[in-house]
T-cell receptor
């Protein structure tokens, strides 16, 4: 079945540590996205990528980094510069124009 | 910048009854897409329904339908014959129609928590 796989489901970060969240899709979608969700809030865009080897900052990119070396993969690194990383992170991908974004099951990141 | 507003943080409905969730948005574009996503306790984001702004006909998907008022920039979701499984957070979202300098990114409202009473 085609879909988006995020791992791990739960992740804990120590102070000063970088952590990487994985996102893989087998939908053959060109565009991929990372969103952050805080309690009682909607989703906010961190980074997006429309093609391989290209990505753009979203609304809240500070303290995060991404790469897009393969069409299927769009990992997100939460760096030590992100002072409030505790949140639920959702990855999404999108096919052709007009089609909706499809979401993974998310990763819950917490601080130890 | 586009904004999406959901003015009802929480709503409740009796099982088998009908409920309407409100959403307004702000944009200077004439072409765009609007979506309703459902997020149950499992935290998955599930697409409920999609509306294309250039289509005047309101979208419907089984028990879910929208009332799209383009001039008023309003996009409400009606759930008929509510079921226990409809209990979830519902998010209204906006997307541009053309990539251009953008990304087809989704702009979300803050959500409405729907409870279904047996």
């Amino acid at each position: 079945d085609g879909g988006i796989t995020q791992s791990p489901k739960y992740l804990f970060r120590k102070e000063g540590q970088n952590v990487t969240l994985s996102c893989e899709q087998n939908l053959n979608h060109d565009a991929m996205y990372w969103y952050r969700q805080d309690p009682g809030q909607g989703l906010r865009l961190i980074y997006y990528s429309q093609i391989v080897n290209d990505f753009q900052k979203g609304d809240i990119a500070e303290g995060y980094s991404v790469s897009r070396e393969k069409k299927e993969s769009f990992p997100l690194t939460v760096t030590s510069a992100q002072k409030n990383p505790t949140a639920f992170y959702l990855c999404a991908s999108k096919g052709r124009e007009g089609q909706p974004q499809h979401f993974g099951d998310g990763t819950r990141l917490s601080i130890l | 910048a586009q904004t999406v507003t959901q003015s009802q943080p929480e709503m409740s409905v009796q099982e088998a009854e009908t409920v309407t969730l409100s959403c307004t948005y702000d944009t200077s574009e004439s072409d765009y897409y609007l979506f309703w996503y459902k997020q149950p306790p499992s935290r998955q984001m599930i697409l409920v329904i999609r509306q294309e702004a250039y289509k005047q006909q309101n979208a419907t998907e089984n028990r879910f339908s929208v009332n799209f008022q383009k001039a008023a920039k309003s996009f409400s979701l009606k759930i008929s014959d509510s079921q226990l499984g409809d209990a979830a957070m519902y998010f209204c979202a906006y997307s541009e129609a053309y990539s251009g300098a953008g990304s087809y990114q989704l702009t979300f409202g803050k959500g409405t928590k729907l409870s279904v009473i047996p």
